[in-house]
C-alpha cells in the first residue's frame, strides 16, 4: 500500500473512459458479485421536513426530525432558505467545471494527502476495485489556501454564498439536534469545536458507464464527518441507502437539500442517532453530478460519546479519537461501509 503522499497507480479521468466510446469497462472497475447493484429496491422515500416548521408549528417539526435521525438517518429539507436561483447555480458551475478540457481540470490533479483538486479514486490500496465517478474535492474551513479552480470565473463567487448558507444550515441543525438529544442546545456545536467546524465540498461527476450492472458510481459507505447537505441531481436519479438491509432509492424532492447523519454524529450521540450506508450507481444514458458539501468537527478535536448520554444501562460504545485520525481510515482504506465505526465497539 502507498504512502497518504502518493497514488499507488496512474490515475485515470473516468470521464476520459467514458467518452472513448469503448463499450466495455477496465477490469479494475468490475465489483464482485455481491458488490454490483441490485435494482429490486424497496419502494418508499426518505422523510421530507419542511424547515419552516420549526416557526409555524415547532413541536411537530423537531419531533419529525428526531425519528428521521434515529429511524432513518437521511431526510430532505425543503423551503430551507437557500435561494433556488444558488441553488441551480452552484449544479450548474460545476457542471461546468468538469466539461471543461481535460488539460484545464488536470492542473488540479490531487494526491491523498489532502484529497482537494480534482480526482477519481478513494483509497491508496494497490490493485483496487475503483468507482465510477470523478470528483472535486474542496477544503473551505478550517482557513488556509484553498484550491480554487480558476474557471468557470465565477466559481469561487457563487460557492462562498452557498458555503455561508450551509454554515448556517449545519448550526441551525445542530441546535435542533442537541435538543432533541436532550442536551444544552449548544452542546454538538461545542463538541464539534465551537465556531472553529471543518467545511469542505466534493463535487461529484459521474460519467455515462457502458455496463452499469457490473460497477458502482460510488460504492457502499459511511460518511466519516458530521453531517452531510447533499444537493443531488434532479434529472438523472442514482443515490440508494441501506434501509432494514434493503437498498432504497431516493427520489429527491424539487430543490431540496438532502441531510445525512455521518459517524461523528453517530459517535457524539453514542448510537443514538446512526449514519447509514448508502451508494450511487451508474447510469447507461446519461451523466449525473452532484455536491456534497461535509460539516464537520474541528480535525485536531477529541471525538466521543457525550457524557450526559452515558448512564449504567446505556455505557459509552466508542472510544475518545479526532477526526483527523478518524477519516484517515477511508482516504486510506476507500469506503468499505461501515465497517470502520462499528469496528469501533469491539475496541470497548
Not at 106 to 111: E, H, M, S, V
Not at 112 to 119: A, I, N, V
Not at 144 to 152: E, N, S
Not at 265 to 287: C, F, G
Request: proline share 7%; glycine share 6%.
Amino acid at each position: 500500500m502507498g504512502s497518504l503522499g502518493d497514488w499507488p497507480e496512474p490515475v485515470v479521468c473516468v470521464q476520459s473512459l467514458s467518452e472513448s466510446g469503448e463499450l466495455v469497462i477496465p477490469g479494475q472497475y468490475i465489483k464482485p458479485q455481491s458488490e454490483r447493484p441490485s435494482f429490486c429496491l424497496k419502494e418508499m422515500n426518505i422523510p421530507v421536513i419542511d424547515m419552516t416548521g420549526l416557526i409555524t408549528s415547532r413541536e411537530e417539526t423537531m419531533k419529525q426530525i428526531s425519528e428521521a435521525c434515529r429511524e432513518w438517518g437521511f431526510f430532505q429539507l425543503v423551503n430551507h432558505g437557500v435561494g433556488i436561483e444558488l441553488v441551480d447555480r452552484v449544479r450548474e458551475i460545476w457542471r461546468e467545471f468538469f466539461h471543461e478540457p481535460m488539460e484545464v481540470k488536470q492542473k488540479y490533479a490531487n494526491t491523498p494527502k489532502t484529497y482537494e483538486g480534482y480526482g477519481s479514486r478513494l483509497g491508496v490500496e494497490k490493485g483496487a476495485i475503483l468507482d465510477w465517478s470523478d470528483y472535486y474535492y474542496l477544503n473551505y474551513l478550517p482557513l488556509y489556501h484553498t484550491k480554487w479552480p480558476a474557471h468557470p470565473p465565477s466559481l469561487r463567487e457563487v460557492m462562498e454564498e452557498y458555503t455561508n448558507e450551509i454554515l448556517r444550515l449545519g448550526a441551525v441543525l445542530l441546535k435542533v439536534f442537541s435538543i432533541n438529544l436532550r442536551l444544552k442546545e449548544d452542546a454538538l456545536q461545542n463538541a464539534f469545536g465551537g465556531k472553529e467546524v471543518g467545511a469542505c465540498l466534493r463535487a461529484n461527476f459521474y460519467p455515462k458507464c457502458p455496463q452499469p450492472d457490473l460497477t458502482m458510481g460510488l460504492s457502499s459507505h459511511s460518511d466519516p464527518g458530521g453531517m452531510t447537505f447533499l444537493l443531488p441531481d434532479e434529472q438523472v436519479f442514482g443515490l440508494q441507502i441501506r434501509k432494514d438491509n434493503q437498498w432504497v432509492a431516493i427520489r429527491p424532492a424539487r430543490h431540496a437539500i438532502v441531510v445525512n447523519i455521518g459517524d461523528q454524529l453517530q459517535v457524539l450521540s453514542n448510537s443514538i442517532y446512526k449514519s447509514v450506508e448508502h451508494r450511487v450507481v451508474a447510469n447507461p444514458d446519461k451523466e449525473r453530478l452532484s455536491l456534497a458539501y461535509f460539516y464537520n468537527p474541528k480535525n485536531d478535536i477529541l471525538i466521543q460519546p457525550t457524557s450526559e448520554l452515558i448512564t449504567l444501562t446505556t455505557p459509552a460504545l466508542y472510544p475518545p479519537m479526532t477526526f483527523e485520525e478518524y477519516r484517515r481510515f477511508i482516504r486510506t482504506k476507500g469506503p468499505r461501509g461501515k465497517f470502520q465505526v462499528e469496528s469501533l465497539k469491539s475496541q470497548r
